[in-house]
């Protein structure tokens, strides 16, 4: 996934760049209440997502039985298709953009790079979370100080196995940016005099919706999206 891969990946219809100029979402989403858990994917629709067209993008699909043949049981599922380079979805009823986790169940069904990295805000800052980038092999937060996560400090060694589900859990917080990748904490990044940006080539959508979920050439399948404000003081 190299540098010229990703400008590749900045070349997009004019709808999609007139849609990312447009004002970020101003409103959070009333369900996010107190510390409740809110459900992103209904299990049923798309309902709350909006597919982006990212200039070769693959088509994203609701799948009410959904399953490869690593499982037993069918699932209600939210697929990414594989296109050219980037495919993705933005999330657009308004998330929190401080003090929040977001927690999420996906698989890469094929491909060989990221399936469900995660987009997010840091107030009126964006950053990405990739999960199992680089070949599949690399997690971290792009970026930090203008380096991407395959070189900062919050870079480490993810390997994930193919057509299993994973879970991942991001945490925001005013001086943290907090990641877990099957139940295991993988970063820990103190954002204190830290600046965070997006890559070259990331969906300019990011900086409107907030939370947008992206694959690289590959195809993901998510199954579970969660995402709740919390105290600041708040341990788990």
């Given at each position: 996934?190299?540098?010229?891969?990703?400008?590749?990946?900045?070349?997009?219809?004019?709808?999609?760049?007139?849609?990312?100029?447009?004002?970020?979402?101003?409103?959070?989403?009333?369900?996010?209440?107190?510390?409740?858990?809110?459900?992103?994917?209904?299990?049923?629709?798309?309902?709350?997502?909006?597919?982006?067209?990212?200039?070769?993008?693959?088509?994203?699909?609701?799948?009410?039985?959904?399953?490869?043949?690593?499982?037993?049981?069918?699932?209600?599922?939210?697929?990414?298709?594989?296109?050219?380079?980037?495919?993705?979805?933005?999330?657009?009823?308004?998330?929190?953009?401080?003090?929040?986790?977001?927690?999420?169940?996906?698989?890469?069904?094929?491909?060989n790079d990221?399936?469900?990295?995660?987009?997010?805000?840091?107030?009126?800052?964006?950053?990405?979370?990739?999960?199992?980038?680089?070949?599949?092999?690399?997690?971290?937060?792009?970026?930090?100080?203008?380096?991407?996560?395959?070189?900062?400090?919050?870079?480490?060694?993810l390997p994930?196995?193919?057509?299993?589900?994973?879970?991942?859990k991001l945490?925001?917080?005013?001086?943290?940016?907090?990641?877990?990748?099957?139940?295991?904490?993988?970063?820990?990044?103190?954002?204190?005099?830290?600046?965070?940006?997006?890559?070259?080539?990331?969906?300019?959508?990011?900086?409107?919706?907030?939370?947008?979920?992206?694959?690289?050439?590959?195809?993901?399948?998510?199954?579970?999206?969660?995402?709740?404000?919390?105290?600041?003081?708040?341990?788990?």
């Amino acid at each position: 996934m190299g540098l010229i891969a990703w400008a590749l990946c900045a070349v997009q219809s004019p709808e999609a760049l007139a849609q990312a100029r447009r004002p970020k979402i101003p409103y959070e989403y009333e369900n996010f209440k107190d510390t409740n858990w809110v459900q992103l994917f209904d299990g049923k629709s798309l309902s709350g997502w909006l597919p982006l067209e990212l200039g070769g993008s693959g088509p994203v699909e609701f799948e009410a039985e959904f399953k490869t043949d690593k499982q037993t049981n069918t699932v209600p599922a939210i697929l990414i298709h594989r296109g050219d380079m980037l495919s993705g979805m933005a999330w657009t009823n308004g998330p929190p953009r401080m003090n929040y986790e977001i927690e999420w169940e996906a698989m890469r069904v094929d491909g060989n790079d990221f399936f469900a990295a995660m987009g997010f805000a840091v107030n009126d800052s964006y950053a990405s979370f990739i999960p199992s980038g680089w070949g599949g092999s690399v997690a971290g937060i792009s970026c930090v100080d203008n380096r991407d996560a395959s070189e900062n400090e919050t870079s480490s060694y993810l390997p994930l196995e193919d057509k299993v589900w994973h879970k991942f859990k991001l945490r925001v917080t005013e001086k943290k940016v907090e990641a877990w990748a099957n139940e295991k904490k993988i970063i820990d990044l103190r954002t204190e005099d830290k600046e965070l940006s997006l890559r070259s080539g990331s969906p300019a959508e990011i900086k409107r919706y907030g939370i947008v979920c992206t694959v690289y050439r590959s195809t993901g399948a998510i199954k579970d999206i969660r995402m709740r404000k919390i105290k600041i003081d708040e341990e788990k």
